[in-house]
């Protein structure tokens, strides 16, 4: 270990594991392992803190490569450890990488790898490779930079400090975009949590890139033909920035670039959707859903993305809460609706989920504030006699005592809120 940090003393290791990864070294030489090495964010992170004053919390998420078998070198270490030190284990024998938890501290194993993409934004076919190879996979040269554990050295083959010293996001090679567009996202996510920018030819990149459109499905196509990068792993690219990162950085940088057309036009030039997130956010609803819902036609791109059902939902019923406000508005517009009407139409004639109002009150449409009082107050009040003390009174168990109810309650909320 000293000799570590005397190689390379252009790193901060104090937020490191290090007795962890030298245990995981340990274990990799015993079973044949020559080559491991700490990737990625952490050596970034530590290059940082040591020339730029970077301040970031404790390294809990390392990324190790190996030149072997990842897999092999999980199962050893849960046999060896046992399940005290590590009760987590995931297999991903497709790419042969596993994911632990040891002593506290998620650490993913990746075997090097070369990845070759048959057809654009489609998952990559991989095969077993050299370090030095697998570095040249990766998104940006930043995260391109790795410190080998076995000679001590620090390998950085596509000058990824020079870009950490300018604070710079640059693409690896001149079609990274193209092969998995998923790597925008990413752009965004690091741009936000390190205030960097990307480069002029990366942006460039990106910009004609989507101007060429060089993937095989295109908008308006059927959802289900659109490749991984353009459905399921933009989504959890995008559930990431807006879960982890300043979301409102993200998304502006994102707009700002052009790629929000990735998503959809509307989302490009949208400009509310700063103000639905927050108002989203206070509702409890899905930010991502809240996002969404700005979009030209948000029902397909939800189905395009693989959101969950119930938010797919959400978004079926504010479309429908939408239509219904237009059509009250040319219908009724003179006429203003007792807060009794307002909850026999949302609650008894529609039936509306409260998180799809809630959803719909997020994007500011005409009568949102009747909607939040609903949201807010009116759906909370009950009758001011109960089912029991009506039966007591004389009623009878049936849809009769259902309406009365129905009416106290009605009654009071027009009491209490006309």
Not at 184 to 201: D, P
Not at 237 to 251: A, C, F, H, P, R
Request: aromatic fraction near 6%; hydrophobic fraction near 40%.
């Amino acid at each position: 270990m000293k000799k570590l940090i005397k190689e390379n003393n252009k790193l901060d290791w104090h937020n490191l594991p290090i007795e962890v990864i030298m245990l995981i070294k340990d274990v990799a030489s015993e079973i044949g392992i020559d080559r491991l090495a700490i990737v990625g964010g952490a050596v970034r992170d530590g290059l940082l803190r040591q020339t730029q004053n970077y301040k970031s919390k404790k390294q809990n998420d390392i990324d190790l490569v190996l030149q072997g078998s990842a897999i092999k070198l999980a199962e050893t270490l849960q046999r060896r450890l046992g399940l005290d030190r590590l009760p987590q284990l995931r297999l991903h024998n497709e790419y042969n990488t596993a994911e632990i938890s040891l002593d506290g501290y998620l650490i993913d194993l990746a075997s090097a790898r070369v990845e070759t993409y048959f057809a654009l934004g489609e998952n990559p076919h991989v095969q077993p490779a050299k370090l030095e190879e697998d570095l040249a996979r990766r998104d940006f040269t930043v995260n391109s930079i790795a410190l080998d554990l076995t000679s001590s050295c620090v390998l950085d083959p596509f000058n990824g400090r020079n870009a950490l010293t300018n604070r710079q996001l640059e693409f690896i090679h001149s079609n990274s975009v193209a092969e998995d567009p998923t790597r925008i996202i990413r752009g965004a996510r690091y741009a936000s949590r390190l205030n960097f920018e990307l480069s002029k030819t990366s942006l460039q990149q990106v910009r004609d890139t989507l101007k060429n459109w060089p993937w095989s499905w295109k908008h308006g196509e059927p959802s289900e033909k659109a490749p991984s990068a353009l459905s399921t792993r933009l989504r959890q690219e995008l559930e990431l920035l807006i879960k982890k990162e300043q979301w409102e950085v993200g998304l502006t940088l994102l707009q700002r670039w052009g790629a929000l057309l990735l998503l959809d036009q509307g989302l490009q030039s949208d400009k509310t959707w700063n103000r639905r997130l927050k108002w989203a956010t206070r509702l409890g609803v899905d930010p991502l859903t809240a996002f969404i819902a700005g979009a030209t036609d948000s029902l397909a791109l939800a189905k395009r993305l693989r959101l969950p059902l119930h938010q797919q939902k959400l978004l079926s019923e504010s479309l429908d809460l939408k239509k219904f406000i237009s059509l009250r508005n040319r219908l009724d517009k003179d006429e203003k609706w007792l807060p009794s009407k307002w909850v026999h139409e949302l609650e008894i004639a529609a039936s509306f989920h409260p998180e799809s109002v809630a959803l719909t009150i997020s994007l500011g449409i005409p009568k949102w504030k009747e909607l939040l009082r609903w949201w807010g107050r009116w759906r909370m009040i009950e009758s001011p006699i109960s089912a029991k003390e009506l039966i007591k009174n004389g009623w009878q168990e049936g849809p009769e005592l259902g309406t009365e109810l129905n009416r106290l309650r009605l009654e009071k909320i027009d009491k209490e809120y006309h």
